[in-house]
């Protein structure tokens, strides 16, 4: 059992290193699209602190604003996940950024 638990921890200690050395942006929401989430890459490529980011909603990054975030979120609720979405993105500075965006629909034990 405690090598099982040491090999699982190394795995999350693997992950964990991918996703903050990812030169790619990695976002998560709740279900509310509140960020949860926003990893270096993300910070690089937006301008935005995670301090920032973290109160904020998703549909802002969105240059389409909330109307794109709804059509994002109906369509991962009826394919399950998005490959190469291209969209464009507000950094901080009020420019824009074309990206190729790939998204998944997480769910906790319970299926939320």
Do not use: C
């Amino acid at each position: 059992m405690a090598e099982e638990v040491s090999r699982l921890g190394e795995r999350l200690g693997m992950f964990q290193a991918l996703v903050e050395n990812s030169p790619d942006a990695i976002v998560m929401t709740d279900a509310k699209g509140f960020v949860t989430y926003f990893s270096p890459g993300a910070v690089i490529l937006s301008g935005w602190s995670v301090e920032e980011v973290l109160p904020m909603r998703a549909d802002e990054f969105y240059a389409g604003g909330l109307e794109e975030a709804r059509e994002v979120g109906r369509l991962l609720q009826e394919k399950g996940q998005l490959q190469n979405y291209q969209t464009s993105f507000k950094a901080k500075d009020g420019s824009l950024f074309e990206a190729y965006a790939s998204m998944s629909m997480l769910h906790d034990a319970d299926g939320e």
